[in-house]
């Protein structure tokens, strides 16, 4: 893992990047990207959640799009996620970093990735050191091995890689798409964020800790 090049590369690809110590200051620096007033919204992430930020936006001067607030019917929250996509700051974490300045995210229901690539005017990533991989192919092992299992396991997702620990396409050699044939599966698409035209529309967090998964 070079977290030297990885900030080098990331930058080059047009995403301002910070290096942080600990997940106190991720939360610090990421609001502090946060106008007041701001439209503010995130996907399900353990690291923001580690980092004690969906609490900070609730308590904070902004318009929260909280589609995990109790009370909320199925109908509420999926406008919440309709709405995330037009927000003003949309916040993540990254299912993987590349040495080369990639980010690479997998998403079920894919309001996430969708906000992720487009819409939000300014998506702000927070990630562990542990999310940081050589290349894109780590980052699909990475994926299939550790972040999708714990996922299903966290969500109860009835897939064979939240018994297992594994994506079974392994066992074949699977590529990046391939996978299980589980209606439970949250591997559905799968997206790589390189070189970005708007400047500093992406900036990413990385943090001197292990979060999330």
Do not use: W
């Not at 990046?176 to 209606?183: A, E, R, T």
């Not at 997206?191 to 035209?197: H, I, L, N, Y």
């Not at 400047?199 to 800790?209: A, C, S, Y």
């Amino acid at each position: 893992m070079n977290i030297i090049k990885t900030v080098e590369n990331l930058k080059k690809n047009n995403m301002e990047t910070f290096v942080v110590k600990t997940r106190e200051e991720a939360k610090a620096l990421a609001l502090s990207m946060i106008p007041e007033g701001a439209v503010c919204a995130h996907g399900g992430s353990v690291t923001l959640k580690e980092c004690g930020i969906p609490e900070a936006l609730t308590e904070g001067n902004y318009t929260y799009l909280d589609r995990s607030a109790p009370g909320l019917t199925d109908a509420e929250r999926e406008e919440m996620m309709l709405r995330a996509q037009c927000c003003d700051v949309y916040l993540s974490s990254s299912n993987a970093i590349t040495e080369d300045g990639e980010l690479y995210n997998v998403d079920g229901n894919s309001n996430r990735v969708s906000a992720l690539l487009y819409g939000p005017k300014t998506v702000i990533f927070v990630a562990g050191i542990n999310k940081i991989v050589k290349d894109l192919d780590e980052a699909v092992v990475r994926v299939k091995t550790i972040a999708a299992p714990l996922n299903c396991k966290r969500l109860n997702c009835d897939t064979p890689c939240a018994k297992t620990g594994k994506c079974i396409s392994l066992v074949n050699g699977g590529n990046m798409p391939k996978g299980c044939n589980s209606d439970g599966r949250i591997c559905v698409n799968f997206t790589v964020m390189a070189r970005q035209r708007k400047k500093d529309r992406v900036k990413v967090i990385l943090v001197e800790e292990e979060l999330g998964y």
